[in-house]
């Protein structure tokens, strides 16, 4: 049941709502069988609570700030929502069985298409949208992250080291031969990288400064994979996504680390039934034996 106080916001909120359509306190008030002054107590009552101002006046009426225009999307939700009431909207059960997925494309290709399959294989009546997104998307009830999400609406579920290094194709070492150190690396081999890569890679910052043969850098993790697997060059993968096709470059072991992501969910969805079965899913690949293998052979 809603306090006064947050029926007060609802009010604000619907107000704020109209007034970003009509660019008018008048015309709102005219429309809604109110006034002016009741539409000002009831914004400015929560642009006090919210420590922001809502609304600007200027020569040619009323216009939403940046926190405002933040705001109204609340608004369109509410709205959106009562409209589907009010036109007769039924419930279809397909409805609350969607899960909406949010995760940078680095991650996708460690926890994706494959975890998802099998979870669909055991949930056969969930449906799954997922969005190669940064994180925390607010369009999203579940995200994947490389940071843990900042945003109190989210709770950090679960975390993994993802173990990457150098490397190549058959065919590539077939043709150019294995690289006998760091040094030849630089100097003999040609090199792909993604264009994020040196961020969290410690020391492939200075590979492609260095190097006289960067040949391919991408955007795309999966297109990066690609040039790798097609023998263009010598890269930086995941040991999960490369393992099948790939030959680990054991020679040189510098850029041998890891790299975090994170699993969270929204609070306000963490406890319906299909996500509470992801997450329950989820935490044999975050927390399955397949991580602890890894661990130990990192520290060897």
Known sequence: MLSKKEMAAFNALYYLYAISINHSKREVA??????????????????????????????????????????????????????????????????????????????????????????????????IITEIEDCPDVKAD?????????????????????????????????????PKDYGDLINSHRICSRNSSENFIPGWGEVLRTSPFVVLRHNSVFAHYSAIKNGIGIGICSQN?????????????????????????RKDVMETPQIKAFLEFSKGFFNGEKNSENSKKNKK
Request: proline share 3%; glycine share 6%; net charge negative.
């Open 241 to 265: 996504y490369a393992c099948n096709d790939l030959v680990k470059i054991k020679t040189v072991t510098d850029f041998d680390t890891t790299y975090k992501i994170y699993l969270s969910a």
């Open 142 to 178: 579940i995200c994947l992250s490389v940071e843990r999400p900042k945003d109190d609406s989210w709770v950090s579920v679960a975390e993994k080291n993802i173990f990457c290094g150098l490397y190549a194709s058959r065919l590539y070492l077939k043709k150019h031969g294995m």
């Open 30 to 127: 005219d429309l809604l069988g109110t006034s002016v002054d009741t539409i000002n107590k009831y914004i400015s009552d929560l642009e006090y609570e919210l420590g922001v101002t809502l609304l600007n006046s200027n020569g040619r009426g009323t216009a939403l700030t940046p926190e405002g225009i933040f705001y109204v999307k609340a608004a369109e939700n509410i709205v959106n929502a009562l409209r589907r009431l009010t036109t007769g909207e039924r419930y279809s059960p397909a409805d609350s069985q969607t899960i909406k997925i949010s995760m940078p494309d680095t991650i996708s290709c460690d926890f994706g298409e494959k975890s998802i399959k099998t979870f669909m294989e055991k949930h056969p009546d969930i449906n």
